[in-house]
């Protein structure tokens, strides 16, 4: 392996890291974390996550009730299937539940394998090699590890995999937290009105808007 | 994307530069709430990573938290009735 040594000079001038190096102290947004603040990806995921919602309800019982896990998970899977697989988090969520999603993954994204990764056998070796002089100190070590626990799915991922698949699941979860507190807050606002509608019999989707803003 | 591919490439050769993984800390400061606030140079990589444990935990909870009211409002909304509010009200 002859790798060249030379960590310090890493900025080689065949790295083309075009898009990072004349914006970096300015503030344009790096591409995967705008991806989850577009409008786009909001109306798609609010739109995932009603009909889950709705189809977790349908699937529980008249007597039982439908238990915030079963919301959780479906937020959860909403959102996953928003990422289009194009994440490990995602995909691990995706595999995690069930087994037929499997399928349309493999279907949008060519590059799915849960076990062939060809990076999996040179960073366990190269991570004690070659790291850089951050990694080496033992809370960050630490700190890695704790963070490849709460990320789904991203436990044994070399340092630089972790943290983007961090950034992104961190980008992620913003977005479920906004999306499900509007849903919330439109509910609570529409059940308000809902009864007096329901007495009458005249459900009038525009009226209840008017009401419910 | 060809940062994609160079970085495919650097851990090939089973390398990751401290100047990448540099800017990835950095990336992540920027995205957390707490540190985007303060200067860039004075947060230490293991401050940057606490916080973003601390802050993905707190985004669980709150997920937690939404999660137990929409179960709640789900039992009590039918949603056939009022769905087309939540869509309208979403999309605006």
Redesign the interface.
Known sequence: ?A?VPS??S??SPS??????KPGQNSSP??PP?TKWQTGTQ??LY??RL?DA??AT?DRTQVQE????????EA??SALALTARGQSRWSRAILFGRNSCRRKLLVKAGGKIRRHRR??HG??P???A???????K?Q??KE??R??GR??PGCRKL???TL??E??D???A??L??R?????????????VS?PE??ETEA?D?IA??EQ?? | MSSWRSRSRQSNSSRISEEQINDLVSKLQMILPETRIRNNDRVSSARVLQETCNYIKSLHREVDDLSERLAELLETTDMTSSQAAIIRSLLM
């Not at chain 1, 009730?65 to 959780?72: E, P």
């Not at chain 1, 090699?129 to 990694?135: F, H, I, M, R, Y």
Request: proline letters at 8%; a positive charge.
């Open positions: 392996m790798s960590s310090s890493s900025s790295q083309p890291k075009t898009r990072k947004p790096p974390q909001e109306r609010s739109r009603v919602l709705r309800r009730s439908v238990g915030s896990r079963a919301v959780k937020a959860d060809k990076q040179a960073p070796v190269a991570a090699a070659a790291e850089p002089g951050v990694l100190e809370k960050v700190r890695l704790k963070l709460l990320v070399p340092a630089a943290l983007e961090a950034a699941y961190v980008a979860l913003e479920q937290v999306t499900m507190r509007a849903l919330a807050e439109a509910l609570s606002a529409a059940t809902a509608e329901e459900v989707p209840i808007a419910g803003s």
